[in-house]
């Protein structure tokens, strides 16, 4: 499952900034964990190999290492300037060994996240079955990229797939909305 709808991704990440530590991660650290995947599609044991020297703030990138990346290869990845702000604020003054952020294991991430989720009175299982597990944030970025009207080659290299199909079939969904919008756009 996806975030059905931009707004619901922005309550989740608003919701979360209030509420208390869980899982020994401040409410605003995991809002800015939230908006890191949405934004940048990073896969959590991607976020989890990220250290204050995985990121360059003045060229607003971000460098997952090939040993951690699910390709095998070094990917650098660009942040919008905020994001890359917010991570610097983040991270402060702590060593560039320092981890960026300090997950819970595998298993509680998606249980963090659910917590989360009713917080914001966001359905963890949609009518159709799906879940808004962590995962569901990278699909949330295929799908940001397509309603922003970005190439579907520039989405394929941001989400890192070797098959375009993938990128267009598997991790762009449709917004609500979005159909209607197409229709009215066309000339008389």
Not at 23 to 30: A, F, I, L, S, V
Not at 65 to 87: F, H, N, Q, V
Request: one cysteine or more.
């Amino acid at each position: 499952m996806l975030f059905r709808s931009p707004d619901k991704i922005r309550r989740l990440l608003e919701v979360t900034r209030q509420e208390p530590t869980r899982w020994k991660m401040t409410g605003p650290e995991r809002a800015l964990l939230y908006q890191l995947a949405a934004e940048t599609g990073l896969r959590s044991n991607e976020i989890r190999s990220l250290k204050k020297s995985s990121f360059d703030f003045d060229k607003c990138e971000i460098v997952v290492k090939a040993g951690y990346s699910k390709r095998k290869r070094e990917d650098t990845l660009p942040l919008k300037p905020e994001m890359a702000a917010a991570i610097k604020n983040h991270l402060g003054n702590k060593l560039p060994t320092a981890q960026a952020f300090t997950l819970p294991s595998k298993g509680k991430i998606a249980t963090m996240l659910r917590q989360d989720l009713a917080a914001a009175k966001i359905d963890y299982q949609d009518e159709a079955g799906k879940f808004a597990d962590f995962h569901s944030l990278r699909h949330t970025t295929g799908s940001l990229l397509a309603a922003a009207g970005v190439h579907p080659k520039v989405a394929q290299a941001l989400m890192r797939h070797s098959d375009i199909n993938l990128t267009l079939g598997r991790y762009s969904h449709i917004y609500k909305g979005q159909e209607t919008d197409a229709i009215a756009s066309l000339p008389d």
